[in-house]
T-cell receptor
């Protein structure tokens, strides 16, 4: 079956620290992979995505590389800011296109 | 850009009452979804509609019904609310495309429902 496993939080970092949030997946076929971000009181917003192996998605200083050999899509940012405090969700969609599978979310708090 | 709009944003219900959550998207997407979000549980799919005229159960459909009224609108109904349905509900839509670039799901801002 299809599933996403991401590291449990909460994660607390100091401003300007390096961020990694691990995500691994199980999927049939060739999924697309996503990171979504949810700020308090809001819906999920697309942060970045990658649609095939070795693709790197990037946005707002965040990056993730689609690694088929390790079935991973880890989220990284070199220097976090207080405004990055949010819950981050890893997700995949199957190549049939209309099913999405989400991890349980990782809460990040960045302290000044 | 409105995107996915859901109403109401907040609602308090008594056990046994019924209500309908409304959702509309203006992106001409084929697929629409209803999720619930609970602490420590992530997002769980309640129902989805792959295209106008079709609906399918997701992971947690019990206690809910849906209607895909047209391509734009997808409503979620609680016929007899229970405290276990206290949650945050998200409507979402996706184009369901096989084009290169894949598919992406877009979310509404959420509806906070409390059943007392």
């Amino acid at each position: 079956g299809n599933s996403v496993t991401q590291m449990e939080g909460p994660v607390t970092l100091s401003e300007e620290a390096f961020l990694t949030i691990n995500c691994t997946y199980t999927a049939t076929g060739y999924p697309s992979l996503f990171w979504y971000v949810q700020y308090p009181g809001e819906g999920l917003q697309l942060l970045l995505k990658a649609t095939k192996a070795d693709d790197k998605g990037s946005n707002k200083g965040f990056e993730a590389t689609y690694r088929k050999e390790t079935t991973s899509f880890h989220l990284e940012k070199g220097s976090v800011q207080v405004s990055d405090s949010a819950v981050y969700f890893c997700a995949l969609s199957t190549n049939t296109g209309n099913q999405f599978y989400f991890g349980t979310g990782t809460s990040l708090t960045v302290i000044p | 850009n409105a995107g996915v709009t859901q109403t109401p944003k907040f609602q308090v219900l008594k056990t046994g009452q019924s209500m309908t959550l409304q959702c509309a998207q203006d992106m001409n997407h084929n697929s629409m979804y209803w999720y619930r979000q609970d602490p420590g549980m992530g997002l769980r799919l309640i129902y989805y509609s792959a295209s106008e005229g079709t609906t399918d159960k997701g992971e947690v459909p019990n206690g809910y019904n849906v209607s895909r009224l047209n391509k734009r609108e997808f409503s979620l109904r609680l016929e007899s609310a229970a405290p276990s349905q206290t949650s945050v509900y998200f409507c979402a839509s996706s184009p369901q495309t096989q084009r290169q670039g894949g598919n992406t799901i877009y979310f509404g801002e959420g509806s906070w429902l409390t059943v007392v």
